[in-house]
């Protein structure tokens, strides 16, 4: 059967051989295992279904999210002549589908998932020769993913009534739970589960405090002159930020989804076409852009998981040539994420919190960057990958316990109601009329930071925030987080990552 798929293969795609783990999903389900196939965007998750379709009598039924993309895939398979139809509110032609499938001369049909839960719908499919469910981006399914859409929970109870079909889910982006939680909620056996690696050797990951971010983005921008796209957290940030970046020569220009559809056409057809071009963006860009030669992704923000990290990081370096990933964060950007997810619903929140925490040990590790995004994904890399910051220029890492014990002392002996620069103040000595007038300067905390310690404040501040010890109040000053406690009663410990020091013009001579 395989070699049988290997001919197809050749004649209907085109392509030589199969590429990474297709071949072994493509088996099962021509044997008609349900499985899960875990690929990153660009593995080629689309022929695990399509193959199939066209060898299998009867259709594969395709759920697939967006409608942009269903009509963006129905071209592509038809161009391959493949016989493919949508049912979706846009298509005009649905009496000449809903023939062609009751007649079983369809190989794909694609649909919404709201269709799913619709009777009219399931009746239809009783009435039709039905090969395979193929369920496009799966991790819609879970709550743990970081796009739930409560329609793909009708999934199941649809294909229930099809014992005898298999289910193939597709995903790029999920970590081990939601994985779990995949095969759970759509009835696939654990051992049906296939992951393709993850690992883009050509990404040059680096990763670090934003402290002035023009000027960072400035640095990066004048290192490599080729097509970019930095995210932005905000459409403002972008305009903002593209007027900034802006030089005689460069073409910069900013994308978000609140500017007019023709501007928006134009500018993203102008970086498509560009050889230098950096957009300036917020997600609503990149998703089915097809740019291969994009040589750097920045965000100047942080993402919203590590997922979409991978993901957004993932559209540099398509061509396999050298590329590079820069995220600049920030501690507010953390303490800020932590109190949205005091916000969300309570049964959704512990999963917020490993969300972030994942993010938290991503950007706060003194290891390979590549080997903590590759074991978020299940994988089991090599402890350093030659091509990260770390990697390339590993960083010192110090015990800032103490100095975190007295942070936080000084924050709670200032009542938890002041801000970085007050709190800094009293512990560093810094005599105030404000200090004074508030009998701060006589607060054992007053001046017990001295010397080298002072340097560690800020990156002290930093990390507390990034694991929820600090969190920001809503006047502009500090409050214990959750994880405080740990770091007064002396069990939690703090190792901060120093980056490693610049041989500058004040290098070593310079400090006495
Ligand atoms: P995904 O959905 O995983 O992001 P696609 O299905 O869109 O990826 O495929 C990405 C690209 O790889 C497409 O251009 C597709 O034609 C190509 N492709 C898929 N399988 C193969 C293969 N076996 N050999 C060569 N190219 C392939
Ligand atoms: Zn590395």
Redesign the pocket.
């Known amino acids: 059967m395989i070699d049988r798929a290997r001919e197809t ?1 050749k004649s209907t795609f085109g ?1 030589a ?3 990474g783990r ?1 071949e072994e999903v493509v088996a099962r389900v021509l044997d008609r295992r349900s499985t899960l196939a875990v ?1 990153p ?7 695990c279904y399509q193959l199939p379709a066209i060898m299998l009598e009867g259709t594969c039924v395709v759920v697939s999210p967006l409608i942009a993309l269903m009509h963006d895939q129905l071209r592509a398979a038809r161009a391959n002549g493949i016989r493919a139809a949508t049912l979706t509110s846009a298509d005009a032609d649905w009496r000449e589908t809903l023939d062609a499938f009751r007649a079983g001369q369809l190989d794909l049909l694609y649909v919404a998932p709201e269709r799913a839960s619709q009777q009219g719908f399931r009746d239809l499919l009783n009435s039709a020769p039905i090969a395979l469910f193929a369920i496009d981006e799966a991790h819609c399914v879970s709550e743990w993913g970081h796009d739930f859409r409560p329609d793909y929970r009708q999934l199941r109870p649809m294909m229930a009534a099809f014992p005898d079909v298999p289910r193939l889910a597709l995903t ?1 982006t999920a970590d081990a739970h939601t994985r779990a939680d995949i095969l759970n909620q759509l009835g696939i056996p654990e051992e049906g589960m296939v992951v393709a690696g993850f690992d883009r050797p050509n990404i040059r990951y680096a990763i670090g405090p934003r402290d002035s971010l023009t000027r960072q983005l400035q640095a990066l921008l004048a290192s490599e002159p080729g097509p970019g796209i930095v995210y932005a957290p905000t459409r403002a940030a972008t305009e903002r930020l593209s007027e900034s970046l802006a030089t005689p020569g460069r073409e910069v220009r900013a994308y978000h989804a609140g500017l007019p559809p023709e501007v928006r056409a134009a500018n993203q057809a102008a970086f498509v076409a560009s050889e230098n071009m950096v957009m300036v963006a917020t997600v609503a860009f990149g998703m089915g852009i097809d740019k291969p030669d994009v040589r750097f992704v920045a965000h100047a923000g942080l993402p919203k998981s590590i997922e979409a990290y991978y993901q957004e990081t993932g559209r540099a370096g398509r061509d396999g040539d050298p590329a590079q990933a820069h995220l600049f964060w920030g501690a507010d950007d953390f303490a800020r994420a932590r109190m949205r997810v005091a916000e969300v619903e309570p049964q959704r929140q512990a999963g917020e919190r490993t969300r972030l925490d994942a993010l938290g040990a991503l950007v706060e590790t003194a290891g390979c960057r590549r080997a903590v995004l590759l074991r978020h994904f299940g994988e089991d890399p090599p402890e350093t990958c030659g091509n990260c910051d770390n990697c390339c220029d590993p960083p010192k890492s110090v015990d800032a316990t103490v100095v975190a014990q007295k942070y936080l002392s000084a924050v709670a002996r200032t009542r938890q109601t002041y801000g970085a620069g007050y709190v800094e103040g009293i512990l560093t000595g810094q005599r105030s009329d404000r200090a004074e007038k508030n009998g701060h300067d006589t607060l054992s905390v007053f001046g017990i930071v001295e010397g080298e310690e002072a340097q560690l404040l800020k990156p002290v501040r930093r990390a507390l925030m990034v694991r929820g010890a600090l969190l920001p109040t809503e006047h502009g000053g500090m409050m214990f987080g959750s994880e405080a406690r740990g770091y007064l009663k002396g069990e939690s410990e703090l190792h901060l990552v120093v980056p490693p020091k610049k041989q500058g013009r004040r290098g070593r001579s310079g400090r006495d």
């Open positions: 293969l392509f051989d199969f590429r297709q690929m965007t660009g593995a080629g998750k689309s022929l790029a």
